[in-house]
């Protein structure tokens, strides 16, 4: 793979759909990576929470995950309660409050 990214950074290369497959899947996989373990340390390091509280933590991101990925759960949603209830707005560029 990383001759192919070498290959990639220098010259315009055709990828058969099975390489752009291959690289979307990394893609996805590096964003779901990030998406779980920064929130992680995050909490450990600023909030204090340890195994167990992060625990329970990712057990309820899972299921709010499950739920989104169901279509129970609407970003646009999530977005309106958090401004409501919270007074926290997200926008693209981030958050502001």
């Known amino acids: 793979m990383k001759k192919l990214r070498h290959q990639l950074r220098n010259k ?3 990828l058969t759909p099975k390489q752009i497959e291959k690289l979307k899947a990394e ?3 590096k ?3 990030v998406v779980n373990l ?4 995050v909490l450990k390091d600023k909030f204090g929470f340890g195994k167990v509280r992060l625990e329970r933590y990712l057990k309820h991101y899972q299921e709010a995950i499950e739920a989104f990925n169901q279509g129970y759960l609407d ?3 999530v977005k309106e309660v ?3 209830e919270v007074k926290i707005a997200f926008y693209e560029e981030g958050v502001s409050e």
């Open 38 to 41: 920064i929130p992680l340390l």
């Open 27 to 29: 893609a996805a996989s």
């Open 12 to 14: 315009p290369v055709e």
């Open 82 to 84: 958090l401004l409501t």
């Open 31 to 33: 964003a779901a990576e």
């Open 75 to 77: 970003l646009n949603d």
